[in-house]
């Protein structure tokens, strides 16, 4: 199987930028993705990007992508309270015909009023 | 309703009782998946299904659990004789074959064994 890193826990005030830093060991992950998960529910697509960008901007969301050292990130500017959640960076993988999903850990953001 | 419906969404069961935990796909998804977050835990693959076949059960424990998608309703995965340990949230997600946008998830099932 495939193997995505992240930190655990992530705190930043009320509108400074929040960045969530992901590693994986797949090479030949075509997209990745950054699901949220707010307390008590389940996870939700945040946004995603193929393999063949270095970046992707979305509104407040801006993923970057660093395919040598295999590093994804995710910025969220101007901070809101309502962005407090589990962040999980994702890789989908070829298992034979299907797509399986590795997921982080997730980091938890905490933001701070 | 364009959602992955799981129910019940808090299952509570003594030690050594069985539990059956519910899925619906999103209508037109014939690809299931289950899910484990336990606490403080990231979220562990268990099973893979498509309508009336488990294509990878590679997740899944040895004994007590057992997942089915027949081909007419819901989902389920059932977890005999229930032990502490198998607290945890269980999700299910299904996609449509080539969904280029990942997985479409349900809110979970958060079980409690005491």
């Known amino acids: 199987g495939e193997d995505v890193e992240q930190s655990l826990f992530l705190s930043v005030r009320e509108g400074d930028s929040s960045v969530i830093n992901c590693t994986y060991t797949?090479?030949?992950?075509?997209?990745l993705y950054w699901y949220k998960q707010e307390p008590g529910a389940g996870l939700q697509l945040l946004t995603y990007?193929?393999?063949?960008?270095d970046m992707k901007q979305d509104q407040r969301l801006t993923v970057l992508l660093n395919k040598k050292d295999k590093h994804l990130s995710l910025r969220i500017a101007d901070t809101q309270t309502g962005d407090s959640a589990i962040y999980f960076c994702?890789?989908?993988?070829?298992?034979?015909?299907?797509?399986?999903?590795?997921f982080g850990i997730g980091t938890k953001l905490q933001v701070i009023p | 309703n364009a959602g992955v419906m799981q129910n019940p969404r808090h299952l509570v069961r003594r030690r050594g009782q069985e539990a059956r935990l519910r899925c619906s796909p999103v209508?037109?998804?014939?690809?299931v998946y289950w899910y484990r977050q336990l606490p403080e835990e990231g979220l562990k693959f268990m099973v893979y299904?498509?309508?009336?076949?488990?294509?990878?059960e590679s997740g899944m424990p040895k004994e007590r659990f057992s997942a089915e998608f027949p081909k007419e309703g819901p989902s389920i995965l059932r977890i005999q004789q229930v032990v502490r340990g198998d607290s945890a949230a269980y999700f299910c997600?299904?996609?449509?074959?080539?969904?280029?946008?990942?997985?479409?998830f349900g809110s979970g099932t958060r079980l409690t064994v005491v």
């Open positions: 997600a299904s996609s449509s074959r080539d969904s280029v946008y990942g997985y479409t």
């Open positions: 797949d090479s030949s992950s075509t997209y």
């Open positions: 990007i193929f393999s063949n960008m």
């Open positions: 994702a890789d989908p993988w070829w298992a034979g015909g299907y797509q399986k999903v590795t």
């Open positions: 209508k037109g998804h014939s690809h």
């Open positions: 299904l498509q309508k009336e076949n488990i294509i990878d």
